[in-house]
């Protein structure tokens, strides 16, 4: 069975970087779409990055267009979401998500993956 695990989160400041990992495991990543999304308290689930079925074409949430970077290790089955240049508004707890099917380009609605792992708290203070 596949299972999603974040780790990474934490405590930070306006300005700072941090890097969140997500780790694959039950199968190899390749035939997964996957992406990382967050939630604020009291909000909406929100897109953040996103990658295809192939493991290229990356895409962004227009939020952290330019300040975040996200990558695949196809070796250690893990992604990774790079942040750069935090703001509080990027405080929420981040999810790792995964689907079966082989989608050219991510998809920004949370409905369409069906795998998730338990997420993991960023608080950034101004």
């Known amino acids: 069975q596949v299972r999603l695990e974040e780790s990474g989160g934490g405590l930070l400041q306006t300005g700072d970087s941090l890097r969140l990992s997500c780790v694959v495991s039950g199968r190899t990543v390749s035939p997964f779409a996957m992406a990382w999304f967050r939630q604020g308290s009291g909000k909406d689930r929100e897109f953040v990055a996103g990658?295809?079925?192939?493991?290229?074409?990356?895409i962004y949430g227009n939020s952290v267009q330019g300040r975040f970077t996200a990558s695949k290790d196809f070796a250690k089955n893990t992604i990774y979401l790079q942040m750069s240049n935090l703001m509080p508004d990027d405080t929420g707890v981040y999810y790792c998500?995964?689907?079966?099917?082989?989608?050219?380009?991510?998809?920004?609605?949370?409905?369409?993956?069906?795998?998730w792992g338990q997420g993991t708290q960023v608080t950034v203070f101004s």
């Open positions: 998500a995964a689907t079966d099917a082989r989608l050219e380009t991510a998809a920004e609605t949370p409905d369409t993956y069906y795998y």
């Open positions: 990658i295809n079925w192939r493991g290229t074409g990356w």
